[in-house]
């Protein structure tokens, strides 16, 4: 029976908040759990580079931190490779091969790019190494001929661009070496989570997040001082649910439906105040992160033990990585002293 192999990953610019455990890391865990896959999860050093290549060390304490997030929300390092992308030689070599059979057309025509380009206002000045990057992903994705996904909405057209790939390379080369990839894509409704603020993303840039390893007080702050209705001024005034931050957290966080569809009925009905309405959010909240806080703490204990983990999985992951990299230098009849 064909085991599939998962390949996703983030880029260490920072903390993972609850918007990355909705739209991914429960997500993987549920995966990881269930026994089918064999995983792999890349801390994406390499891709934070392209846009933080002057402040490197933004990008090394934010990798323990990201690794820290992944154990404390139920990453099993005996059952998945979590991985540190930099150290995987084979993917630069990859990534030059793939290289010479995508045009800069096309790249620039990637919307995901295209989108964030704009978003980081590099206008001309972008850098080579941001503008190649879904080559470079690609590249992460079929050096463990991973065949499954787990991404967002948005990066749907990266994971076209890697199988436009993988598809010229096997048609040029006359060999089946490369895997297509296929994705999975969060719930309709879950892929992203607004910031507190009300804003339509949360972000670390933008300073709107609940971060997974934030304390309990700093919760209920940033809880207590969420975006809601702003015409809700009394507590007697309807309320609306539509773009409402605090509702639209319940729905995504919150066991009992019954109780929301209540709050949601006296809200809307005029009676219910905002303070009330975040106090249950904030119960909801702290039930989910107070394990996975616990969690960090006990890994905190011993950070190169955690060091030790990035290292085993790396290693694992060059095994993998070196054969599929044979595979291609022979496709391509670059395997000269053999």
Do not use: W
């Not at 064999?38 to 490197?56: C, G, H, V």
């Not at 290289?99 to 972008?126: A, H």
């Not at 702050?221 to 969420?226: A, D, L, R, W, Y």
């Not at 999985?313 to 496709?331: C, F, I, M, P």
């Amino acid at each position: 029976m064909k085991t599939n192999t998962i390949l996703t990953g983030d880029r260490p610019t920072g903390k993972l908040h609850i918007g990355h455990y909705l739209g991914s890391l429960k997500n993987r865990v549920k995966l990881q759990n269930e026994g089918k896959y064999k995983m792999f999860i890349m801390i994406a050093d390499m891709q934070a580079f392209t846009d933080n290549a002057r402040n490197p060390e933004k990008v090394r304490n934010s990798l323990i931190q990201v690794a820290l997030d992944y154990l404390s929300v139920g990453i099993d390092p005996a059952k998945t490779n979590i991985l540190v992308q930099s150290q995987i030689s084979a993917l630069n070599e990859l990534t030059m091969y793939y290289l010479d059979l995508v045009s800069v057309s096309r790249l620039q025509r990637n919307p995901t790019v295209k989108s964030e380009i704009q978003q980081k206002g590099f206008g001309q000045s972008i850098p080579a190494g941001f503008l190649t990057y879904p080559v470079s992903q690609a590249a992460d994705i079929t050096a463990f001929k991973a065949d499954t996904v787990p991404v967002g909405d948005d990066q749907e057209p990266m994971l076209e661009q890697t199988r436009e790939i993988v598809r010229t390379f096997n048609s040029t080369y006359n060999k089946d070496v490369l895997v297509e990839p296929e994705g999975v894509f969060p719930p309709k409704g879950q892929g992203r989570l607004p910031g507190i603020d009300g804003n339509a993303k949360m972000s670390k840039s933008l300073g709107n997040c609940i971060y997974l390893s934030d304390s309990a007080d700093e919760v209920t702050k940033k809880v207590m001082s969420m975006y809601t209705d702003p015409d809700h001024i009394h507590v007697e005034d309807p309320g609306k649910i539509e773009g409402n931050t605090v509702f639209t957290y319940l729905d995504a966080f919150a066991t009992d439906t019954a109780k929301v569809s209540e709050l949601k009925e006296q809200y809307q009905a005029g009676g219910l105040g905002d303070v009330k309405v975040k106090r249950y959010l904030n119960d909801v909240l702290q039930e989910l992160l107070e394990p996975i806080r616990q969690r960090r703490a006990e890994y905190e204990k011993d950070i190169p033990g955690v060091y030790d983990i990035l290292k085993k999985g790396s290693d694992n992951a060059n095994e993998v990585a070196n054969q599929t990299l044979s595979e291609v230098r022979s496709a391509i009849g670059v395997d000269y002293f053999k």
